[in-house]
């Protein structure tokens, strides 16, 4: 990437997009209360804090896609007004959200200049253009050929591209939410690199929300911690450890909760609850993108199944439950035949899928969260033909308090933060009482303390329950600390051989995954 830092002529101590005494309600509930932060130019500002502390909504504060109610931001100095995200390119601040907003059916090229093409006497410049945005790709060390559709490439190399077409537009401070949870570990330490190298070689500032401190502390110059939409931490990262972080989102219990030795460990065979779980076998399975999966999991085991994105991990869990076609091979759940045509088909026979896509295949966003958990099990809930709405929602109640939903639970679940919106899947999929719980990327975008609470947990459903559990996981340090066996999957396949007990470190697991792709 070229260097250049910004010549912006702006007094050093202005200089910056700084948020002041921001304040955001939200039906009547203060959702920030007068937070104030600095992106300063040549800096990382990493922010972080617990589910629904107010980080997306402070962020979208300052890229134009929420108005506050008080306070005020400044870039370089100058109060400017945001009311909407053009307000904020217009003032030279770019925004990357988790959902990527560049076309798919585009080509790169063509994205790289949506809305803002160049022309010549009324004429697009095609050629121009292309040029452009081949160096641009270049810059940003991406192989791609910018005539092709946007949606061939994979989402790591879709994420760079936003970046990239933010900054095109020459912004001076981005704006990052959550922007590594549908990457894997090289592609992580890539996108860091770029964040890093743009901050201290551009002289861009950058905010990036992140629930993973590793990288947060690997990129960032200062974090900045929310807590209930106040502003509890604004340090550099070297004046406050990880561990103090970690306490103010989380609490004084999350000190000792890191360590893995305080999960629950592997019981027995004999010891788990008989009948609980079910023994799930797989054998050459095949289907359009399945090439051949083998595995076995065990009821009172969790089975971690690693893979890079596009290895075919997650079409192998949902043709678990009839989400995908398949062609061949054989599944069985206790020795008995099992071939699901459909998730309620699997529910049926125990089987129950928590997707990653929770916007687009997981929960009805209009309805709260109570009907939200509720919905899959009405029929349980019949009595002489008519609903028992009492123990429905006292069930559901309870499934959301356990699993710490934060917020209103009587609100649509879309009115959530992200965090929430998940642990509301989780609560839904334990409403139906499973006995192979079918996980995939079961804490993204889940704060730090509940994070290790659902590692707690999915490890309880296995250990203390004897619920069969698989997992899919992009982060190794999850699979690592969850899973009782791992198996590595590649091109749609895997041989389910599990790793040996030393092989199980993060690391070994990247390697093991990199060297079968
Ligand atoms: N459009 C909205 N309508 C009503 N409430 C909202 C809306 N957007 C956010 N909220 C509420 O504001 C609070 C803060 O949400 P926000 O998304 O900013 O949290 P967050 O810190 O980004 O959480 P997460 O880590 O889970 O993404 C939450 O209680 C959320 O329910």
Redesign the pocket.
Known sequence: MSAGRMATGVREDRAGLRAHDIM?R??G?T??HGVSVAVRPGEVLGLV????????????TMSGA?VPDAGRIEVDGREVTLASPRDSLAAGIATVYQELSLLPNLTVAQNVFLGDERTAGGLLQGDAMRKEARALAADFGLEVDVDRKLGDYPVATRQLLEVAVAIHRDARYLLL??PTTSLEGRQVENFLEVVRTLASERGMGVLM?N?KLDELYAVADRVAA?VD?RLRIDARVDEVSREEVIVAIAGEEAREAAPSEQLPAASPAAAVAAGAGLRLEVRDLTGPTLTGATLTAEPGRVLGLYGLVGSGRTELLRSLVGLERLAGGTITLDGRPYRPTNPAAAQRAGVVYVTEERKQDGIVAQLDSITNVALPVLLRHRRLGLLDHRALRREAHDLTRRLQV???VT??V?????????KVLLARALAQRPRVLLLDEPTK???IGVKTEIHRMIRALAHEEGLTVVLVSSEEEEICEVADDIVVVSHGGTDGVRLADHERSPRDLRHAAWTAA
């Open positions: 955001k939200y039906s509930v959702v920030l804090g617990h589910n629904g502390a107010g980080k997306s909504t402070l962020l979208r929420t939410d959550e929300v629930h929310l939409g934060r917020g209103d609100n649509p879309a009115s959530l933060s992200g965090g929430n919106q998940q975008g889940v704060d």
